[in-house]
């Protein structure tokens, strides 16, 4: 495992703050950008079996969804989060 990945997990894991900061950066810049961002945070705090369990999901329907070709449903993206204990918060925009 490279460093930087190393040192990302490490991040991920030692700062719930930091892992939020994280996921909302990814999930501003694309759906694809968010599942990778989502993929590090499961692999920084439980891996991805204990976050099946934690989360009642398959294990095999977690890694699918978590995959580069990945399209979690809302149910299982709120599943996973809640498992994370991540909140998910929506935000305009711009202000009108």
């Not at 703050?17 to 439980?46: C, M, N």
């Amino acid at each position: 495992m490279p460093n930087y990945k190393k040192d990302l997990l490490n991040d991920l894991r030692s700062s719930p703050g930091y892992a939020a900061k994280f996921l909302s950066a990814a999930a501003a810049d694309s759906p694809e950008a968010f599942l990778v961002a989502l993929r590090d945070v499961a692999d920084s705090q439980t891996g991805k079996a204990k976050l099946a369990v934690e989360g009642g999901i398959n294990r095999e329907n977690l890694y699918r969804m978590l995959s580069e070709e990945g399209n979690p449903r809302l149910h299982s993206l709120a599943a996973i989060l809640k498992a994370l204990h991540p909140r998910l918060s929506v935000e305009p925009i711009k202000e009108r």
